[in-house]
């Protein structure tokens, strides 16, 4: 992979999510989830690693007790596109036996993972499930799955930043972008 051993910047081809579009994105998360939550102490899994940038943000903008968890699946290699095969690296720590749970995922795109996953999760019995998505890529859906909670639908296009990755890289870039294609084409 060819990247800027400097500036993030220089690898990018445009912005698609500004930092403050996603800040006002997680705040009517949180207030949608304070809302249908209050006195209910939910617990939030964060799929990682995409997840964790999001999940740190969003809990802040919860108004009601609530506890977290993590899991960690893999799915994808280190390029663009889904394996199809979901493995769990890493499982939760908590029992989640009666809990109204809330899984927080980046980015929601062919479904498989989630498809894989909130059946399996519904196996150890919690009151509730939901999901909360912060993107969303309706067009490569291959698995019908539904987002309880949704921020921003976004085009057919590889992004990275705020917690997403392409191999691995970018996860720290503030906003939302798409890559060069000369950062694919020069692997
Ligand atoms: P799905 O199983 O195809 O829905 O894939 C979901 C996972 O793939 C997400 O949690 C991300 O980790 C990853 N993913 C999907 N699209 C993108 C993208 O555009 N950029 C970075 N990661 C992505
Ligand atoms: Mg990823």
């Known amino acids: 992979m060819k990247q800027d051993p400097v500036c993030m910047k220089n690898d990018m081809l445009r912005t698609l999510v500004t930092r403050e579009e996603l800040e006002t ?9 304070t809302e249908d939550y209050r006195g209910k102490n939910p617990l939030l899994i964060a799929v990682l690693k995409g997840a964790f940038v999001f999940m740190a943000d969003l809990i802040r903008q919860i108004d009601t007790p609530c506890t977290l968890d993590f899991m960690a699946v893999s799915s994808y290699g280190s390029g663009t596109e889904s394996s199809g095969r979901v493995k769990i690296v890493k499982d ?4 989640i036996e009666g809990k109204d749970v809330i899984i927080v995922e980046d980015i929601l795109d062919s479904g498989v993972t989630l498809s894989y996953l909130i059946p399996m999760l519904q196996t150890r019995r919690p ?22 909670y ?3 639908e976004v085009p057919n ?3 990275v930043g705020y917690g997403l990755d392409y191999g691995e890289h970018y996860r720290n870039y503030p906003e939302i972008a798409v890559l060069k294609p000369s950062v694919y084409s020069e692997e």
């Open 25 to 33: 994105t997680v705040a009517r998360l949180g207030r949608e989830i």
């Open 92 to 95: 939760l720590d908590t029992n």
């Open 127 to 148: 009151a509730s499930i939901r999901l909360c998505t912060l993107f969303d890529k309706p067009t490569r859906r291959k698995v019908p799955v539904y987002a309880d």
């Open 150 to 152: 949704k921020g921003i």
């Open 157 to 159: 296009e590889f992004i």
